[in-house]
């Protein structure tokens, strides 16, 4: 009975924390214009974008969102493409990636948000994650 009660809690808590990581109070996303105006818009390669620096994954970023070909796959088939992830925005299930430079005031992150109560990608966005002012 205890068992089956701390299972409970757990996967509702698990998915409680998933459905408000798209909605997290300290979330600012950059618009899709700024993240060509920053980056450029160099086509999407999953190859280049695995095994790629910071800044060549940025200068993908825009491609990426703008292709929607993660939405509607699992987090697993995004690890899977993509490789580990290297960011982290609220739970290790989203999958996040640093992209840009050291240099830049800001860190930011390619993060791919689920939806509600799921493992499936709802939208991908440039999530700003650190400051370093």
């Known amino acids: 009975m205890i068992k089956k ?5 757990f996967f509702l808590v698990t998915g409680l924390a998933t459905s408000f990581a798209s909605d997290y109070l ?8 700024q993240i060509k105006s920053k980056w450029g818009s160099e086509k999407f390669d999953e190859n280049k974008f695995k095994s790629g620096t910071r800044d060549q994954k940025a ?4 491609d990426l969102i703008k292709s929607k070909k993660y939405v509607g796959k699992t987090n697993i088939e ?7 992830l ?5 739970s290790e299930s989203i999958p996040a990636y640093v992209i840009g430079s050291m240099d ?3 860190l930011w992150q390619v993060v791919f948000l689920l939806k509600n ?16 002012k």
């Not at 300290?26 to 214009?33: A, D, G, H, Q, R």
């Open 59 to 62: 200068k993908m970023a825009f």
């Open 86 to 90: 290297d960011g982290h925005y609220f």
């Open 117 to 132: 109560d799921s493992r499936t990608i709802k939208a991908v966005k440039v999530h700003k994650k650190c400051c370093y």
């Open 104 to 106: 830049e005031e800001s």
């Open 5 to 9: 009660f701390i299972s409970i809690v």
């Open 78 to 84: 995004v690890f899977d493409s993509l490789g580990s």
């Open 26 to 33: 300290l979330s600012e996303f950059m618009p899709e214009n």
